[in-house]
């Protein structure tokens, strides 16, 4: 059963689509599974001032995306690699044991965006995260379908 933010972000999500000329782009998922998040940012002075994302996924992995997206507006690259896919879990009123791995598909996609961003300006900074494999290892709860 979904809670009622999660209905309601996957009926009307937000901040879906993306961005063109993006300061930081990731991309992670696996087809096995079925879902694909890509996130986008847009990055001033530090401080994420846009943030969009595109899905392919059911209900609980656009559900995530979008509250991900309201999660990291205004906030600055280092608060954003502290987003956790239990903060992402919390902020929907809880997801189903087996869509926990959509909150770890955001968790991951911002951080690989976050990483991308520090590659393009040559920033040497690790980001520490799965490499986008999600389904394919054991790092984290559940990676049931």
Avoid: W
């Amino acid at each position: 059963m979904y809670s009622e933010k999660v209905m309601d972000h996957f009926m009307h999500p937000r901040n879906v689509g993306e961005i063109e000329n993006a300061d930081g782009i990731g991309e992670v998922g696996n087809a096995k599974c079925g879902d694909i998040m890509k996130m986008f940012l847009k990055i001033d002075d530090g401080v994420i001032t846009h943030v969009n994302y595109q899905t392919f996924g059911g209900g609980a992995a656009v559900a995530t995306s979008s509250i991900a997206t309201e999660l990291l507006k205004g906030k600055t690259l280092d608060e954003a690699l502290k987003l956790t896919n239990q903060a992402v879990i919390e902020a929907l009123d809880g997801l189903p044991p087996v869509k926990i791995h959509c909150s770890v598909l955001a968790e991951e996609a911002v951080k690989a965006a976050v990483a991308d961003y520090y590659k393009r300006n040559g920033i040497d900074k690790t980001v520490e995260g799965c490499d986008g494999c999600c389904c394919a290892c054991d790092k984290h709860d559940s990676h049931e379908n």
